[in-house]
């Protein structure tokens, strides 16, 4: 097998549950000599898809140069290698530092996206995130922590547009995004805390942006959640007035229908 032909495979494991991988990773898991995955999100579950002689490798305790050194050492042996990420690769995945460490030893690779968790909590909930003249934004972002934010995507900053939007790694900070979340939807919004999304524990918690923070303590929630709010999340839940869109509307042409005029 070429170099060409032998690429390193960063896959998107999904939000947990191992039937919502995309077809293409399945068949990486299953042809892979190696797998790395991040062990402190993408659930053991996920392994199921490995060859039977495929050897994995939490990379939990494992720094940038240790995986590089890793891959590495299995690529030269012609072997190949599946760094598995939780959800979609490229959202919070870390894959950028990883790929240009690959570039630097010029070694090739393919990104196979996954589903993030806020899609897989949108189809729980049976909501929509964009709707006709309601809303057409969605904004996927996390506030400020340990790993600071530019002051232009500051959570302050994305809250005034009042779209909808999911708040990644941010559940540590929950006072923190409920005091920005009230300045800009209001007290008595409604949000969802998304936990575990798509594993066999989760759940889907609905407060008002007031009572956020009761809610994670009440249900001591402490990570692994999404928060997600706009008035997307009241209309799944029968609280928001629906205007329907024009793609189904009898009375709206396009190119595929012609309008019906009673």
């Not at 996920?46 to 050897?55: H, I, M, P, Q, Y």
């Not at 006072?175 to 575990?196: D, F, N, P, R, S």
């Not at 997307?232 to 009375?251: F, N």
């Amino acid at each position: 097998m070429t170099d060409k032909e032998n690429k390193v495979i960063f896959a998107g494991a999904g939000p947990g549950d191992p039937e919502l991988i995309t077809i293409k990773s399945m068949k990486a898991l299953e042809s892979a000599d190696l797998i790395i995955y991040a062990g402190s999100l993408v659930p053991e579950a996920v392994l199921c898809w490995k060859g039977s002689s495929t050897e994995t490798i939490s990379s939990a305790g494992m720094n940038l140069e240790q995986i590089i050194a890793k891959i590495k050492d299995y690529h030269d042996l012609g072997k190949r290698v599946v760094r598995l990420h939780t959800g979609d690769p490229s959202l919070y995945g870390a894959i950028f530092e990883q790929i240009r460490e690959l570039q630097k030893h010029k070694i090739p690779y393919e990104v196979l996206p996954g589903v993030t968790a806020a899609f897989a909590a949108a189809a729980r909930m049976g909501m929509e995130y964009t709707l006709p003249e309601i809303t057409q934004t969605l904004i996927l972002t996390r506030v400020s922590g340990r790993t600071p934010v530019p002051d232009s995507e500051d959570l302050e900053t994305l809250a005034a547009h009042k779209s909808s939007m999911a708040i990644y790694l941010s559940i540590g900070h929950a006072e923190k995004v409920q005091k920005i979340l009230e300045t800009h939807y209001g007290t008595e919004a409604l949000c969802a805390i998304a936990y575990k999304v798509s594993h066999p524990e989760e759940q889907i918690f609905y407060s008002q942006i007031q009572n956020l923070v009761k809610t994670c303590q009440e249900n001591d929630i402490t990570r692994h959640a999404l928060i997600i709010v706009g008035k997307a999340v009241e209309a799944s839940r029968g609280t928001q007035d629906l205007i329907h869109s024009k793609l189904y509307d009898a009375a709206f042409s396009h190119g595929y229908r012609n309008a019906s005029h009673k």
